[in-house]
């Protein structure tokens, strides 16, 4: 089994900034994608974005040029710089790594973009 840990959610103003992190741990032995979507309130959960072993990524339109995301594979972990924060980007976002074809989530943090 693979465990995620998410942290560094929170309250932002926008255009303000918040990083996240997800450390993962247990049974390690080849993780392929690591990445993040959130979830909106009454709506479908949603790719951010996500990494390759080998720092490739993609990113959902809506945050690029805003997010970047990036790993550590000696650490296995994620990173979630997010600049330039909009009210739209409200949401819980889940942390997932995929090992063998198989996804493991993180428990969610939730990020909050008010004035």
């Known amino acids: 089994q693979v465990q995620a840990v998410e942290s560094g959610g929170g309250l932002v103003q926008p255009g303000g900034s918040l990083r996240l992190s997800c450390a993962a741990s247990?049974?390690?032995?080849?993780?392929?994608?690591m990445g993040w979507y959130r979830q909106a309130p009454g709506k479908q959960r949603e790719l951010v974005a996500r990494?390759?072993?080998?720092?490739?990524?993609n990113y959902a339109d809506s945050v690029k040029g805003r997010f970047t995301i990036s790993r550590d594979n000696a650490k296995n972990t994620v990173y979630l710089q997010m600049n330039s924060l909009k009210p739209e980007d409200t949401a819980v976002y889940y942390c997932?790594?995929?090992?063998?074809?198989?996804?493991?989530w993180g428990q969610g943090t939730q990020v909050t973009v008010s004035s």
């Open positions: 997932f790594i995929t090992q063998i074809g198989v996804n493991y």
């Open positions: 247990g049974s390690i032995f080849s993780i392929g994608f």
């Open positions: 990494i390759t072993s080998g720092g490739g990524t």
